[in-house]
């Protein structure tokens, strides 16, 4: 039977990386290797334009009756007067939050031939291969109480909560552990438990989940030190799993030391293989509207949803093996550019995937 794809753009670059994206299923699709649906809506600034809410009923229903999301980025510059409640952001959280997508995978996989792209040297990243898995529901991102309320002085607070039950920590660390067991069998629990009692207890969860876990060395690292440790040796790193705050801005870092943030794609999954698939990055408005825009982190993200979500691991495989055959022609979009290679823009990139699909 066909399987639902709900398409949702978004803002800024995001319908552009994603034609890209829809070209390669279409691609896929065409000749017979996966039997997919397409559906589009609106999401983030896109949909607040629109109907006046960043995420509107219909697209969380649809998401809802969908095997599987392909979402691009959401927000800019534009929507960010706008009171918290109506920004982009909340669209995106909203459909984390309404699809139960507690796992956010985020693979940080460098290339061989991008080697050269990473801001550090080639023989600290050569071989990089880190999976992080991000709690996505939970932390500081849903915690309550939160706001800014105004003190009787007159001065004005701004506050947000921390929280993790048990059983928050627990599921997140299974997703995390069963991962490594098809891996390298090293999980490193990310934390800040030497301050916050939230991670104190996340430290013992995760302890204790990983009782049932025997082949699993587990260590554990304070954020910071994990932050430094990305930079200084990022291959001592087999499976990180860490809350939804620390694993978004070590997510970002990761993604620096395989060339570029345009290179790192995302799974969102809940306890049904339901997913929502996403580059880690944002709707980039510094450079929206010019066709320049990497679109390989989505592309990328399709493989993860085929993967993860459809069933068609070959069709999965068959993507990261183009992708891997562009840079090997020596294809570069401008964030990915090294001497020697020939920069491309979104579109040529794109069709350059799909050409490799078959070649
Ligand atoms: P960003 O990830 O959009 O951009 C950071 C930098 O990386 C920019 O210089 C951008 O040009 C570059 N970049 C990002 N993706 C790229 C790509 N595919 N190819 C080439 N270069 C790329 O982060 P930001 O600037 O902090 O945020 C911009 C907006 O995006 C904000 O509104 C933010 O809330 C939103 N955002 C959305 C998501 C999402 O939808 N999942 C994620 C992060 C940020
Ligand atoms: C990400 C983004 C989002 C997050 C924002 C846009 C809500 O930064 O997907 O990494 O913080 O999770
Ligand atoms: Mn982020």
Known sequence: MSKKILVLAGDGIGPEIVAEAVKVLNALKAEGAIDVTLEEALVGGAAYDAFGDP?????????????????????????????????????????RAGLGLFANLRPAVLYPQLAAASTLKPEIVSGLDIMIVRELTGDIYFGQPRGIETLPSGERRGLNTMVYTESEVERICRVAFDIAMKRGKK??????????????????????????YPEIELSHMYVDNAAMQLVRAPKQFDVMVTGNIFGDILSDCAAMLTGSIGMLPSASLNEHGQGMYEPIH?????????GVANPLATILSVAMM?????????AADRIDAAVSKVLDQGLRTADIMSEGMRQVGTAEMGDAVVAALSA
Do not use: F, Q
């Open 306 to 314: 085929l993967r993860y979500s459809l069933g068609a691991p070959e």
């Open 187 to 212: 999980v490193c629990s990310v934390d800040k438990a030497n301050v916050l009692e939230c991670t104190e207890m996340w430290r013992e969860v995760a302890t204790k989940t990983a009782a049932d």
């Open 55 to 95: 995420l509107p009923e219909e697209t969380l229903a649809a998401a809802k009756a969908s095997d599987a999301v392909l979402l691009g980025a959401v927000g800019g510059p534009k929507w960010e007067p706008l009171h918290i409640s109506k920004r982009p952001e909340k669209g995106l959280l909203g459909l």
């Open 282 to 290: 944002g709707s980039a408005p510094d450079i929206a509207g010019r």
